[in-house]
């Protein structure tokens, strides 16, 4: 799985089940983030209360 941490909203987004209800595209390029690994996605969840996002999360 590949997540989609978007820096300005502090939330995590799945990749492939990103859509236009997620809003991605008002964020720039510059603070969004790829990554595969979820411990670190979960650790910004835990440490830094960044949310998963309710679109792509079910
Ligand atoms: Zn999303």
């Not at 997540?3 to 990749?15: A, C, E, G, N």
Request: hydrophobic share 20%; aromatic share 8%.
């Amino acid at each position: 799985m590949k997540f989609l941490i978007d820096h300005t909203t502090q939330k995590i987004h799945r990749t492939p089940f990103a859509g236009d209800a997620c809003e991605l595209r008002t964020t720039p390029l510059e603070q969004r983030e790829g990554s595969h690994d979820e411990n670190y996605v979960n650790k910004l969840v835990e440490e830094k209360k960044y949310q998963k996002c309710g679109h792509c999360y079910d």
